[in-house]
């Protein structure tokens, strides 16, 4: 995720990290050069390039802009329900860490007991992080593999160490169920983000929004020559950038776990929780607060 100051006025026609303009600088170049021989054909052959009626684009275009928002607006709330979605883990990690303050024998100890727990919620995190980005879970050659989804296993192992508690009688029913309640939300969250990850977009909606952009971009500088001649190029690609730009940036937002600029930084959450919750236990050696690296947070 870009994290970065608002650039001023004129530095925003400059800016580069963050923006989509290096994605799709090679659909404008070509749109650019498209468009310049339309125009030279229009003016030195005119029966290869005959002059077209520019209304039905404009009507095209308005329409193409209405299809485009929804496609983004889907995509802004796919990636915004991600946030919401690790905001909750980030709150829940920290309820745990004090409704298992019970288990502590006093002030300024803290019980193994609850060193397990809070350090599997550490793990959770982490397990999670590495699901949602589809990466490998590094076995040695000859391991035996681990469960089919870690971060529930994880879940799992703090439930069976709650029910161990609470025959114990080092846990009171209340207690084991408010410890419970908190499992549930963290299950939550992540089911939601598996959702998020296993469901995209239905593809032909994607897909025709793209081709139809493509297809008008290509077909515009048809509609242009007459009027607007050599300045048609700049005005097919400034239309092109716009289109193209926004078809683009959908594609970003409609995966928020990936590791594109403007992705969630799920990493650095997870190391929140880490820095949270081995503070509450009061571990010194904690990882280092995660910062953007050239603006941009992973």
Partial sequence: MIVRKRPGALELFFVL?????????????????LSALVVAAHRFAPDLA??????????????????????????????????????????????????????????????PERREILHAVVGFAGAAVRQLRRESGGLEPGASPGPINPADAFLTQISRRIGALLRAGRLEPVEALTLNESLVRLNQALVGCERLANTPLPFPYALLLHRTAYLFCFMLPF????????????????????????DAVGEELEEPFGLAPNDLP????????????????????????PLPKDYVLT
């Fill in 50 to 111: 005959p002059s077209v009626d520019p209304a039905p684009f404009a009507l095209i275009g308005v329409a193409l802009s209405v299809f485009m928002s929804f496609k983004n607006n889907a995509s802004y709330d796919r990636w915004w329900e991600a946030r919401k979605l690790w905001g909750q883990i980030i709150q829940t990690a920290r309820d745990l860490a004090r409704q298992t303050i019970v288990l502590d024998p006093g002030p300024g100890q803290v019980s």
């Fill in 17 to 33: 990290k963050g923006s989509i303009l290096p994605r799709i600088w090679p659909q404008l170049l070509g749109v650019g050069l």
């Fill in 266 to 289: 799920i990493s650095a959450y997870a190391t929140l929780v880490e820095i949270n919750l081995r503070a509450a236990l009061g571990e010194t050696d904690l990882p280092p607060a």
């Fill in 223 to 246: 509609g242009l020559a007459d009027s607007l001649g050599w300045a048609s190029p700049l005005a097919t690609m400034l239309a092109a950038y716009t289109f193209f730009g926004l």
